[in-house]
């Protein structure tokens, strides 16, 4: 399978979490699936109003043809969240609706992404490849808000080989190191480990490192340290009907530098997990 390597990063970023209300809406660390194909979409030029009507009276929307893909997510930044005010306007020129909504901001966001295409989206694929060479894209680009806009770099084409674990082989799964984010649906606990120079720090080590995990500056910049293990319980990786969002479990860390943190020691629940080998010892786990 193919999978394609590339770098978003923006100055600001925000990827609202669905519970959170203009009392105060807190953002995602990392971005949705969703906000993932959306971007996809942006660069192949699919109008977000391009529908058509079904019997039952839904819509089905063209960019749900990609909703197939899969991706992980490689964050490369410390992450940094500050709290912001934006002014919501609604109504019309004579009745304005003026409202102020507090909003968790990422600062300086960057993050490596792994796409697969289906073989059934083999064209589609071309056209997104041809298109992130070559820096184009149809439709703006950003990084959760349209005030925040997207940069993003090609990095490179990977032949990778997918492989399925279970219980049968979880001697095997062990060993391997899982990079980026990771599909938690069956996985029962996991050691995550810090690789420098050849010497590899475990879990209880890391657990110093990020005693301090979050701290808070006189600028009102919230720091959550590196190298420690986040889980989203409730991940939107799909969604159709414009607004029917299907989610999933997934945990994910920081890290500067590619290849500097990893997921180890997998056990999993019953069932199996599918991971991507990408060379070099290194494994993706794609949603």
């Given at each position: 399978?193919?999978?394609?390597?590339?770098?978003?990063?923006?100055?600001?970023?925000?990827?609202?979490?669905?519970?959170?209300?203009?009392?105060?809406?807190?953002?995602?660390?990392?971005?949705?699936?969703?906000?993932?194909?959306?971007?996809?979409?942006?660069?192949?030029?699919?109008?977000?109003?391009?529908?058509?009507?079904?019997?039952?009276?839904?819509?089905?929307?063209?960019?749900?043809?990609?909703?197939?893909?899969?991706?992980?997510?490689?964050?490369?930044?410390?992450?940094?969240?500050?709290?912001?005010?934006?002014?919501?306007?609604?109504?019309?020129?004579l009745d304005l609706d003026i409202k102020n909504i507090n909003q968790d901001v990422l600062?300086?966001?960057?993050?490596?992404?792994?796409?697969?295409?289906?073989?059934?989206?083999?064209?589609?694929e071309e056209l997104f490849l041809n298109r992130v060479k070559n820096n184009k894209t149809i439709y703006n680009l950003y990084m959760g808000r349209n005030e925040f806009p997207l940069n993003l770099e090609f990095v490179r084409e990977i032949n990778a080989e997918k492989h399925i674990f279970s219980n049968d082989n979880s001697d095997e799964l062990k060993s391997i190191k899982v990079y980026g984010s990771l599909n938690r649906s069956s996985i029962k606990s996991l050691n995550l480990s810090y690789e420098d120079n050849d010497s590899k720090v475990d879990s209880d080590a890391l657990s110093l490192i990020s005693s301090l995990l979050i701290s808070n500056s006189a600028d009102g910049v919230r720091h959550l340290k590196s190298f420690h293990e986040f889980t989203i319980k409730d991940y939107p990786i799909k969604r159709e009907n414009f607004t029917d969002f299907s989610y999933s479990p997934v945990s994910f860390y920081s890290s500067k530098k590619f290849g500097e943190c990893f997921f180890s020691n997998l056990q999993l629940k019953d069932g199996e997990i599918e991971l991507v080998n990408i060379g070099d010892d290194k494994w993706l786990s794609l949603i």
């Open positions: 399978m193919k999978i394609i390597e590339v770098d978003i990063w923006s100055s600001f970023g925000c990827f609202s979490k669905h519970f959170s209300n203009t009392g105060g809406v807190l953002t995602h660390l990392i971005p949705p699936k969703t906000s993932i194909i959306g971007i996809i979409g942006a660069i192949l030029g699919y109008d977000v109003n391009d529908y058509e009507d079904n019997d039952d009276g839904t819509k089905t929307y063209k960019i749900e043809s990609l909703n197939n893909i899969k991706v992980s997510i490689y964050p490369l930044f410390e992450f940094k969240t500050k709290r912001v005010i934006f002014n919501l306007v609604s109504g019309t020129n600062i300086s966001p960057r993050y490596k992404l792994f796409i697969s295409f289906p073989s059934e989206l083999d064209e589609v």
